[in-house]
């Protein structure tokens, strides 16, 4: 091991390292294998009593204490990795993944059609001088008129409140610095877990606690079938800052226009701000659904949304998105929000891809419209062959009708467990239901988006091995 040795002393929590040492000039003794493994570890001081342990380091630079509150890795590598360990284990399995969200059928050729013309212009000397160096921060204002009449032509929403992006998982980090730590901040629980990890992060929570499986400070908003997937709000009185995800990763479930008149009701009556996710609200068909939270009066004065083309156009490596911060949107102090974003966005991202951005064009012209709306539908059409199969054998199902993704209830076991399961006897892949929240155990969320001779694959493989009737 290549680095300095340090002495640590430490008084639970924060951790002081101080280096007292270089290798070449080593006071100790090689380290035990047991010291060895407490590297780098959090390590449990008992009492009042001060321990002594002696780390490998090369630097004097302390570890952010807010990441190391995080537990395990971030969900997603986590499941592919033990994807890949059990295809180590099991070269000849064919394995299906219904696990990460990703889409899988090629983007539609007239948006591709435009990026590889995009792509050609940028050599162009004409062309690198019209669209080559860096783009505006905010995103091109063609693509930005063209989101806005496209999604936001209904409601108080203009051009110069959309904030085009490279994605909404980067911007929901990115909101996180803008709000800043030591914020109180409410999930719906279960929730995609970028919400929770990047609150984390920040330093919106106190430790993890291993009996409830939650962060302190933050408030989980249990969300089943039992409260309709809406949750008490009343428990989000304190908060500040409100993750919705509308239709719901994982549950699948979409919030009616009466439960989001109810969000936004709190919000304003609490003084709270709404980050309303919609990355997957183009699968929405329930017209009882808004598509957009700004369909709801006030919310303009309430809420951040951010979406994305990942799902709507298969960006999912592309990068491609958006988040609208409205005009009226103010802080406490009567500041506006838009200028803080916009000075976030200034510093910390230098504007989208120009080739994505182009692709982003074409998929708001009627062509691309259209075939968004064909890719869309092939997905919904692999959902509901998954909800069909896992009723068939027997089980509880939600969502699939309005979101990719569908929420089967194995009726309290162990999601890990569930997990293991379905990849040791099937080679499929899902995601467990408490990787998403405590209110997920019980659960495996399946993912819709995949080649359909794959998903009638997995559907039969499902009901071979796990059919209850
Ligand atoms: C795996 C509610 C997927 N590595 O692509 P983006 O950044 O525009 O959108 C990410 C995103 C934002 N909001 C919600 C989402 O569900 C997602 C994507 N989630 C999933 O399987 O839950 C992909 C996850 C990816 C990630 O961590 O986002």
């Keep these: 091991m290549c680095c300095a040795v340090s002495l640590v002393t430490s008084h639970h929590p924060p951790y002081f390292f101080r280096a007292v040492d270089s290798p070449t000039h080593l006071l100790v003794p090689p380290l035990s294998s047991s010291l060895l493994e407490k590297l780098g570890r959090t390590l449990p001081i008992k009492g009042r009593h001060r321990k002594t342990v002696i780390v490998h380091a090369t630097s004097n630079v302390r570890r952010n204490p807010n990441i190391a509150k995080l537990q395990a890795g971030y969900l997603f590598p986590e499941i592919n990795r033990i994807k890949m360990k059990h295809l180590e284990e099991n070269p000849d399995a064919k394995i299906i993944s219904l696990g990460i969200g990703d889409t899988t059928e090629p983007i539609p050729q007239p948006i591709t059609k435009a990026m590889a013309a995009a792509a050609e212009n940028l050599g162009t000397l004409d062309g690198y001088a019209r669209y080559g160096g860096y783009g505006a ?132 009556e609490t003084g709270s701000i709404i980050i309303y996710d919609a990355a997957y609200a183009i699968y929405i068909s329930n017209p009882n659904c808004p598509k957009t939270i700004f369909e709801i009066p006030g919310a303009d004065e309430c809420c951040i949304e951010t979406c994305s083309f990942s799902k709507y156009a298969g960006f999912t490596g592309l ?17 506006l929000v838009k200028n803080d974003w916009n000075r976030l966005m200034c510093t910390s991202f230098n504007g989208a891809s120009n080739i994505a951005q182009a692709g982003g064009m074409a998929c708001l012209s009627d062509e691309g419209m259209n075939a968004m709306s064909e890719l869309v539908s092939f997905y919904k059409e692999n959902a509901a062959i998954l909800k069909n199969t896992f009723e068939e054998m027997g089980y509880t199902v939600y969502g699939g009708t309005d979101a990719p993704y569908i929420w089967v209830s194995f009726d309290g076991r162990d999601s890990w467990e569930i997990f293991t399961e379905v990849l040791t006897k099937c080679d499929i892949v899902v995601t467990p239901g408490s990787g998403f929240g405590p209110a997920g155990d019980g659960f495996i969320r399946c993912s819709a988006f995949g080649h359909r001779e794959n998903i009638i694959e997995a559907a039969h493989r499902l009901k071979e091995s796990f059919s209850r009737s």
């Design 137 to 268: 921060e905010q995103g091109q204002t063609l693509l930005r008129e063209k989101l806005a009449e496209r999604f936001y032509a209904d409601v108080n929403i203009q051009a110069s409140d959309i904030f085009v992006s490279d994605g909404s998982k980067c911007d929901i980090s990115r909101l996180q610095m803008m709000f800043g730590s030591n914020r109180r901040v409410a999930v719906q629980d279960p929730s995609y877990p970028a919400y929770v990890d990047s609150s984390v992060m920040i330093g919106n929570t106190e430790m993890y606690d291993h009996a409830s499986k939650q962060y302190g400070k933050i408030v989980y908003l249990a969300c089943s079938s039992e409260n309709d997937f809406f949750p008490n709000l009343s428990l989000a009185k304190d908060a500040e800052l409100i993750f919705f995800c509308s239709p719901n990763n994982p549950t699948g479930a979409a919030a009616t226009r009466d439960q989001l008149i109810e969000l936004v009701r709190h919000a304003k």
């Design 319 to 335: 990068r491609l998105g958006w988040t609208v911060v409205p005009d009226k949107l103010k802080f406490a102090d009567g500041s």
